[in-house]
């Protein structure tokens, strides 16, 4: 079982970047598929939680980022736009079944990628 997620890179403050996570030995499309990040020196915080028919952002980047799937190419992506300079992180690719209460819990899920960097910079 493998997340492998890509896209991430150096961009400037209002630009854009698209992740993507693509899955192997596992079908996307029966778990619950959520992006993660993580900031040199803060915790780790929730960026979306997608299930099927709903999908969740955090407050930080609602308005901002995209979560969507490609079960065809059983394939997370996230869309980030307007980037800021708080936005600059190592994103991860989760899925698993958390709980109701605990889909913002990245201990609850069963499946990791191995981080894609994003920068913002000028």
């Known amino acids: 079982v493998q997340l492998q997620a890509s896209g991430g890179g150096t961009v400037q403050p209002g630009g854009s970047l698209r992740l993507s996570c693509v899955a192997s030995g596992l079908s996307l499309n029966s778990y619950v598929v959520s992006w993660f990040r993580q900031a040199p020196g803060k915790e780790r915080e929730g960026v979306s939680v997608m299930k099927r028919g709903m999908t969740y952002y955090s407050d930080s980047v609602r308005g901002r980022f995209t979560a969507s799937r490609d079960n065809a190419k059983n394939t997370a992506y996230l869309q980030l736009e307007s980037l800021k300079y708080d936005d600059t992180a190592t994103y991860y690719c989760?899925?698993?079944?958390?709980?109701?209460?605990?889909?913002?819990?990245?201990?609850?899920?069963?499946?990791w990628g191995q981080g894609t960097q994003v920068t913002v910079s000028s």
């Open positions: 989760v899925a698993g079944v958390p709980i109701l209460s605990a889909q913002w819990d990245w201990s609850n899920y069963r499946y």
